[in-house]
């Protein structure tokens, strides 16, 4: 079937660490995107590629790191510098032109740093 | 980044009820998206709009693209427990690559 993956879904970590999250998709989509959920708040974008090899900086993307080096595959790293990185990571991807804005998601996966 | 106003919050009703929720944005938009989130999950696509005034359904649920194109609308008609969630509403411009989603409505339904 046909769908986007992401792994784990959940994830423990001790303050300091870098942890990365796994997002792939099967759906041969050009563009793929990482969100992070916070309760009681919408959907904050912290990275988007529309190309391999390219991605694009969010709205929050201080703290993380991501990559695209093949079309299916687009992790990320949340890194120690993130302040408050306890959160749901949703990743999506999209079939292309830029102004489609059908987005799929994975199930997401959830991040608690202890 | 900005973000949609979404309202209700929250809603708290009664199975076979009726449900209405909206979107605003100060921007225009060329695209309108409607999105439940069940606990734990990822966001599921419900409905897609994409032309001012349109009005499209999915079964018992039904999305206007405002003829504004400030505004969207998503009501659920004769509502079932399974219906519980959180909504977003998502929009994009014309000059961006990028969605912009609204805070979420929660849904409650009780028997």
């Known amino acids: 079937d046909g769908g986007i993956t992401q792994s784990p879904k959940y994830l423990f970590r001790k303050e300091g660490q870098n942890v990365t999250l796994s997002c792939e998709q099967n759906?041969?989509?050009?563009?793929m995107y990482w969100y992070r959920q916070d309760p009681g708040q919408g959907l904050r974008l912290i990275y988007y590629?529309?190309?391999?090899?390219?991605?694009q900086k969010g709205d929050i993307a201080e703290g993380y790191s991501v990559s695209r080096e093949k079309k299916e595959s687009f992790p990320l790293t949340v890194t120690s510098a993130q302040k408050n990185p306890t959160a749901f990571y949703l990743c999506?991807?999209?079939?292309?032109?830029?102004?489609?804005?059908?987005?799929?998601f994975g199930e997401g996966s959830r991040l608690t740093v202890l | 980044g900005q973000q949609l106003n979404q309202s209700p919050q929250s809603m708290f009703i009664q199975e076979g009820e009726d449900v209405s929720m909206n979107c605003t944005s100060s921007?225009?938009?060329?695209?309108w998206l409607w999105y439940k989130q069940d606990p734990g999950e990822g966001p599921v696509l419900l409905i897609a709009?994409?032309?001012?005034?349109e009005l499209t359904s999915n079964g018992r649920l039904t999305a206007q693209f405002g003829i504004t194109r400030k505004d969207s609308f998503l009501n659920i008609s004769a509502s079932i427990p399974s219906d519980v969630g959180i909504y977003f509403c998502?929009?994009?411009?014309?000059?961006?690559?990028?969605?912009?989603f609204g805070t979420g409505t929660r849904l409650q339904v009780f028997p």
């Open positions: 999506a991807s999209r079939l292309g032109p830029a102004n489609t804005g059908e987005l799929f």
């Open positions: 998502a929009g994009q411009r014309y000059d961006t690559d990028k969605l912009i």
């Open positions: 921007s225009i938009f060329n695209t």
């Open positions: 709009l994409y032309k001012a005034g």
């Open positions: 590629s529309q190309i391999v090899n390219d991605f």
């Open positions: 759906l041969n989509h050009d563009a």
